[in-house]
């Protein structure tokens, strides 16, 4: 049963133009959101959040945008570089849950084209 | 300002041998967890560790897997008798004490266990 949903697993993109990333989440109770990029054979890097009480957060070239009536979240990339090719995946977590414990969703690999 | 360390980067077992892996959080976090990610898949919690206590194991297999985070050294998560199933890469993270940063985890570069 997964809880967080990224249902495109490849993106292409052409260099300066915007990269929409999607997720999707089944349970009410995740409270904050997280967006990580993940180059091959590295550790995913921390990118950009969202509380659930706000419905945008933005820093330079990211925006997360949140619908939570509609359990969906998007990533923005804009303009997109080439140095943004990546695999990018959307957490979220449940507060009261009692643990920080990350759900995440199986990634979208993203190709920004020179 | 190192970063989350782990070690070994790459780790070969044969069947039935142990795993031990090694983390060493950011300077300044208290908080350690443990995630797998197999081939094509989402990375999937397994630990969650402050010094000298498991907060929340509730991912970890129940068998053959544990994990420690002692009050002086790295948080250890340790396989016994490791099968070709537990072949994936195994990363660490780290997140402050307090606060809403608290809810952003930092990870390590990850290990790539295989197993023979």
């Known amino acids: 049963d997964q809880q967080v949903k990224q249902n495109s697993p490849s993106l292409s993109v052409q260099e300066g133009r915007i990269s929409i990333l999607n997720c999707d989440y089944t349970?009410?109770?995740?409270?904050?959101f997280l967006w990580y990029k993940k180059y091959p054979a590295e550790g995913p890097t921390f990118l950009i959040s969202?509380?659930?009480?706000?419905d945008k957060n933005e820093d330079g070239r990211f925006t997360v945008f949140l619908n939570k009536s509609a359990k969906h979240l998007s990533l923005h990339i804009v303009p997109s570089q080439p140095g943004d090719s990546a695999v990018y995946f959307c957490?979220?977590?449940?507060?009261?849950?009692?643990?920080?414990?990350?759900?995440f969703g199986k990634g979208t690999k993203l190709s920004v084209i020179p | 300002n190192a970063g989350v360390m782990q070690n070994p980067r790459h780790l070969v077992r044969r069947r039935g041998q142990e795993a031990r892996l090694r983390c060493s959080p950011m300077?300044?976090?208290?908080?350690v967890y443990w995630y797998r990610q197999l081939p094509e898949e989402g990375l999937k919690f397994m630990v969650y560790?402050?010094?000298?206590?498991?907060?929340?194991e509730s991912g970890m297999p129940k068998e053959r897997f544990s994990a420690e985070f002692p009050k002086e050294g790295p948080s250890i998560l340790r396989i016994q008798q490791v099968v070709r199933g537990d072949s994936a890469a195994y990363f660490c993270?780290?997140?402050?004490?307090?606060?809403?940063?608290?809810?952003?985890?930092?990870f390590g570069p990850g290990t790539r266990l295989t197993v023979t």
């Open positions: 969202i509380s659930s009480i706000k």
């Open positions: 349970n009410s109770m995740f409270d904050y």
């Open positions: 300077k300044g976090h208290s908080h």
């Open positions: 560790l402050q010094k000298e206590n498991i907060i929340d």
């Open positions: 957490a979220a977590r449940d507060s009261g849950a009692g643990s920080y414990q990350l759900t």
């Open positions: 993270a780290s997140s402050p004490l307090l606060g809403q940063s608290s809810y952003e985890q930092y």
